[in-house]
């Protein structure tokens, strides 16, 4: 039998057993990631199972201490508690979204689903990601629509869902996993049909220190059929820091931080009368730890308890981001980017400054990295007075607009993105067709908009230049 062992690339567990099945190997164990169990696809007729990292290594001691060790399988079903169940999965995306709201809004079970499969694989396997979770939150809805059949619907339906979330930490963690990578929580179903009240609304955006929302208001209404008492709360979460490492594009492995905002309430405790409403008043102050410079995300919970025994809390979360967000480093300088490069059959090559174009026989293409949503990321270019004479004319048609970020690092490669250029450009926002420049000495130079900026050109950017392009 062959053990996988400590690989967090997350390659197919098919190619695995393949692998594993031409060498011979009677089977396949795998615990390639660091918390809980990994997929299982595998292939027909080739035995496989997944175990927890922390059994993998126990085998592989086992082993190094005697070889001749076997393992035993029972054929008795058993139930046992996975590690990492029902906490956040390593993979899971973080936000907030490029103008610092709240995302994600909601998670739902999404890793080690056991699903159907092509039948040539086998019929079922034991899958995660978001094609896992969403039918997991369409059921809920579903579910939640079946017992209200008069009962709220759309907008409504999703916030009593954010409301009554299961929060969770990391395993062995000891706060709450951030709302920046757990939303409002894990979806509950039971919670969402048994509550008596709504949060309104169902999150809070404090967005970053420059433009701070200190004081919100929030509406508690109890659709109860008795009055009811609420406790109003705070439980702060763990902070993000992704710039700690000082290189201006952000860090795959995130830091966590205990930089905790605080909360005062106009009132602490609130009465209120069967299908009536109550409004409090929030004040929040930013966390006093947490360096402005790396731009930690901090978060948390603000949750009302009813006084009625079994009667489940609701909640919603808050986020905001310490520092000025305008000062996020928007393009990857540190490797290189962006680069002028020529594309060559199915290759990429760099090309040296000053270097003429030939754009009847040749493609230039510009790569690029960017490492925060900019609002406005453009290629301009200017001719030797510095003369502004388009926009890029590229394979995805004008060189403007809003651009998301890469990926930091996919399958172990650096994910970087490219504008492919004709040698065209397009005079204004309001062009409709490119047109060819005179030949002569340009400049390119490919702009991002910083974010909460107003887009004054070149203030409101971070700019780099290519000069000298010539043809």
Known sequence: VVLALGDYTRCGSGARATIAKNAGAAGLLTATTPVGMTNIGGIPGFAMAS?????????????????????????????????????????????????????????????????????????????????????????????????????????????????????????????????????????????????????????????????????????????????????????????????YDGKGYPNPAIKFEEDFATVAFSQNKVKIPAGKSATITLNFAEPKDGDAKQFPIYSGYVIATPSTEGSPAVHIPYTGLKGDVSQVPMMDVQRGFPKLSQIVGSSIVPVPEGKTWDFKKETAVILYRLGSHSPDFSARVYDATNTFKGYLSTSQGPAYGFSGRQKNIKDGQIVQAGYVWDGEVFPSKNSTAPVALASGTYSVVVAAQKKFTKGAYPADFEVYTFPNVKW
Request: glycine share 10%; no cysteine; charged share 20%.
């Open 51 to 243: 175990i927890e990292n922390a059994a993998g290594e126990a085998v592989l001691a086992a082993y190094k201490k005697n070889p001749a060790n076997v393992i035993t399988w029972s054929k008795t079903p058993s139930d046992v508690m996975v590690e990492g169940g029902g906490t956040v999965s390593d993979f899971s995306s973080y936000g907030l979204d490029g103008d610092l709201r709240s995302k994600p809004d909601i998670g739902g079970p999404g890793g080690n689903i056991l699903s159907t499969y092509p039948l040539a694989n086998g019929g079922y396997a034991v899958l995660s990601g978001t094609s896992m979770s969403s039918p997991y939150v369409a059921g809920s809805q579903a579910l939640f629509y079946q017992g209200k059949k008069n009962g709220p619907r759309g907008l409504e339906t999703r916030k009593i869902f954010k409301n009554t979330a299961t929060l969770t930490k990391l395993w062995k963690g000891k706060n709450l996993v951030s709302a920046a990578k757990q939303g409002a929580g894990l979806i509950n179903v039971m919670n969402a049909l048994s509550t008596t009240a709504t949060l309104t609304p169902d999150h809070i955006d404090l967005l970053d220190t420059v433009n701070f929302r200190k004081t919100h208001k929030i509406t508690i209404k109890n659709f109860g059929k008795k009055t009811e008492t609420y406790t109003l709360s705070h439980t702060p979460a763990d902070a993000l820091n992704s710039y």
